[in-house]
């Protein structure tokens, strides 16, 4: 696949899934939901030790731009990864030494 194969509209939603997670809490969030984990916005807020606003803060903005699924089950809502391969992709960026 070559540049000029690539789809716009995917190749902006990509762009806006990767600067939602270029935040170090958001990428803490990705951490605690490797592994296909699903944990509630409290048990999040528990692990980062911030505000649980600000946690439901940053839940938000990756819930919004693709990066986050959650499922409500009674009083709790449950988020974790909406892609598998999101860890590929960090991983590969991770390899990325010369940026």
Do not use: W
């Given at each position: ?34 592994d296909g984990n699903s944990l509630t916005v409290s048990e999040i ?55």
């Amino acid at each position: 696949m070559g540049i000029k194969d690539l789809d716009i509209e995917k190749l902006e939603g990509a762009a806006n899934m990767l600067k939602a997670i270029a935040h170090p809490m958001r990428i803490a969030i990705l951490s605690f939901l490797e592994d296909g984990n699903s944990l509630t916005v409290s048990e999040i807020h528990a692990r980062l030790k911030i505000e649980q606003s600000t946690t439901s803060h940053h839940l938000g903005i990756l819930k919004d731009k693709g990066v986050l699924q959650s499922k409500r089950e009674g009083k709790n809502t449950y988020y974790s990864l909406k892609h598998e391969s999101l860890s590929k992709i960090i991983d590969c960026l991770g390899q990325c030494n010369n940026f």
